[in-house]
């Protein structure tokens, strides 16, 4: 077992899970498809997801400082209450019930923003005072993939489904942020973080603390920025490819492979040595996995690029998980984890926007050679300047 009070650990991922099964099938799935029900165009659905997304973004450290300051779990509850206002409030106009106002709507939106901001660096934070200290890289990395099955159900499993029955759909899109609001019940009675013995700390000390965290910012935009770049792009690129969702299944069944491998047999590694281990290497291959698909015909060289993607990633992403959760100040977790993915927020959204010029300029050359660019200068930032492994001392985990 990955973490201690197993029985926690799974309502919180579940927790997760759910709310971003919901979150995408609201914002990607429903509105889309029903914009003309709700009266609204694409100017106006964009507004609502920008401002939606912006406040998530942004309130993810000062909501990280308040989960772990006065408590995590009340904040869960708002987090899923408010977005249960929104879906009921769009519900009627989906149902037929006219359009909303929607200048309550965009309100709602960005007050779910606010509120969801706390959702990931609480669990996060969770995952990292409850992981076993001999399995840290591994249980963070698998947080963090918790995001995986909820974007497939949202979109994967809601869009199909609302496509052939719309009433079907609304009413299993409130099901799942019925289900994560009782789940944030269950686990109302969350506490912040535990604070280390020392509780007033002098500035040279909270510099000192930060400093690690303050290294890790620059390459956290990094890092979000390549795979940022082909958001957009996914369709263009398969146009290009001659290639349709099913064919690029065989490869991208390549990729999930080495992916889950390498997530775990790099985990152990980070784990029983020094996470940079496992970083360094993944950056490594993630820039040579571009650089190949930045070759003339991309097309014949998937079958390797996609598996030396997935290895890239599996070991990045446990490299990465295991020198945050090192660096992190010890009764500021949350704090940091919220700072930290506010950063990498703002790398997901400049991606789309480089990516779209160097496809624009430069076709998929472009777009893939400046990818592998940023990961070779990620790789070079993290030899010459990110911290080197820290030893924290085992803690006490909290409890209900």
């Known amino acids: 077992m990955l973490w201690n009070q197993p029985t926690l650990m799974l309502r919180l991922l579940t927790l997760l899970v759910v709310s971003e099964a919901a979150h995408f099938g609201f914002f990607v799935t429903a509105l889309p498809l029903r914009a003309d029900t709700l009266g609204l165009n694409a100017a106006l659905i964009g507004t609502l997801m920008g401002g939606h997304y912006l406040a998530d973004a942004l309130s993810k450290g000062p909501m990280g400082y308040l989960a772990g300051r006065y408590g995590a779990g009340w904040l869960l509850l708002l987090a899923s209450v408010s977005g249960l206002m929104v879906m009921l409030l769009a519900q009627g106009s989906l149902l037929g019930g006219g359009a909303p106002p929607y200048l309550a709507l965009l309100g709602l939106a960005g007050l779910w923003g606010v509120m ?77 973080t535990p604070q280390p013995p020392q509780t007033r700390a002098s500035l040279s000390e909270l510099l000192r603390q930060w400093r690690g965290v303050g290294l890790l910012l620059p390459a956290a935009l990094a890092q979000t920025l390549a795979p940022g770049l082909l958001v957009t792009l996914l369709f263009p690129l398969l146009e290009l490819l001659g290639l349709s969702m099913l064919e690029l299944a065989f490869p991208a069944l390549g990729l999930l492979i080495g992916l889950g491998l390498t997530l775990w047999l790099a985990g152990r ?132």
Not at 173 to 192: K, N, P, Y
């Open 116 to 192: 969801y901001g706390s959702l990931w660096p609480i669990v996060m934070g969770y995952s990292q005072t409850l992981a076993r200290p001999e399995r840290l890289s591994r249980a963070l990395a698998l947080t963090s993939l918790a995001v995986v099955p909820g974007l497939a159900l949202g979109v994967g499993v809601l869009g199909p489904l609302m496509q052939r029955s719309e009433d079907l759909g609304i009413n299993v899109l409130l099901g799942l942020q019925g289900s994560a609001t009782l789940l944030a019940l269950s686990v109302v009675g969350l506490r912040g």
């Open 269 to 400: 590694m980070a784990d029983r040595t020094c996470p940079r281990r496992a970083l360094l290497p993944g950056l490594l291959l993630l820039a040579l996995s571009y650089g190949v698909l930045a070759l003339p015909h991309p097309e014949t060289r998937l079958w390797a690029a996609l598996p030396l993607l997935g290895v890239g990633y599996g070991a990045f992403l446990t490299g990465w998980n295991g020198l945050v959760g090192q660096v992190l100040p010890q009764g500021q977790r949350m704090t940091g984890w919220g700072t930290i993915m506010t950063v990498e927020a703002l790398g997901y959204a400049i991606g789309p926007i480089l990516g779209g010029l160097m496809w624009t300029a430069y076709g998929h050359t472009g777009v893939f050679a400046t990818g592998a660019a940023v990961f070779v200068i990620t790789l070079a930032y993290y030899l010459l300047t990110a911290p080197s492994q820290a030893t924290q001392p085992r803690h006490k985990a909290p409890s209900l």
